[in-house]
């Protein structure tokens, strides 16, 4: 008489393997200490009257707190390098007597725990020196999450990073050191916020004397911010 096959329960993505130990973020506190700065900001840095950022924030500051209140799972990622890792120490100086100093206090815990990674298939081989970020929460992160991901870009001095968009994603910046322009439309400094609506057209350059370091959250539909295809826009011909 043939057995019948046994339905397993569907996989969660979130859970780790039979056998693994579980660790989650309450057992990490380095970490939490940093999703909790990471609030703060978004709770406490103004909006600038705009209406549209005071949204976002608020979305941001939501999922921040859902996903830290069910304890999510910290599953640890090989750490890496890559070569503008070399002004990490830089950026941080900078930031540490700036006005985000509580978060990149708490930075210098986790830094050994990062994995810087360039998204992109294809780099330009002088923007594979200049240029990489690291998911600190989301699909990727060592903090796994859905609908949000947190993470930090760092740039080193003088580097432009190409247009690109980001298709279903709301994205914002803070700024934790170094001086940079968004599309050559201000200079901004420690402490800013900068959004990007989703498909809107961004490129960032950075001053020439000290390094840059971004923090940035992503919004958007999981199936999107687990798949985000990196990929920089081509620049429209000029007219003649």
Not at 51 to 70: D, F, G, L, N, Y
Not at 135 to 163: C, D, H, K
Not at 180 to 185: L, R
Request: proline share 10%; charged share 20%.
């Amino acid at each position: 008489m043939p057995v019948s096959a046994t339905k397993l329960p569907p996989v969660d993505p979130l859970t780790p393997a039979m056998g693994q130990m579980e660790t989650r973020l309450n057992d990490v506190p380095d970490w939490k200490y940093v999703f909790q700065e990471i609030d703060q900001v978004y709770r406490l840095g103004s909006a600038g009257g705009s209406p549209i950022i005071r949204s976002h924030q608020r979305r941001v500051r939501e999922a921040i707190s859902k996903i830290t209140k069910s304890n999510p799972y910290y599953t640890p990622r090989q750490p890496e390098n890559k070569p503008v890792s070399a002004h990490w120490g830089r950026a941080l100086d900078l930031a540490d007597s700036g006005p985000l100093a509580h978060l990149s206090r708490v930075l210098y815990r986790v830094e050994s725990q990062l994995t810087w990674e360039y998204g992109y298939q294809k780099v330009p081989r002088e923007l594979a020196k200049r240029y990489a970020y690291c998911e600190m929460m989301g699909p990727q992160g060592p903090i796994q999450a859905e609908g949000l991901i947190l993470g930090l870009v760092l740039f080193a001095p003088g580097t432009t990073y190409p247009q690109h968009r980001h298709n279903e994603i709301e994205e914002s910046y803070i700024s934790l050191a170094g001086a940079w322009s968004e599309n050559d439309n201000a200079v901004y400094a420690p402490g800013s916020l900068i959004l990007n609506r989703s498909t809107q057209h961004h490129r960032i350059t950075v001053g020439i004397r000290e390094p840059c370091l971004l923090a940035y959250a992503w919004i958007g539909p999981p199936e999107r911010l687990s798949a985000p295809e990196f990929r920089f826009s081509k620049l429209p011909r000029r007219q003649i």
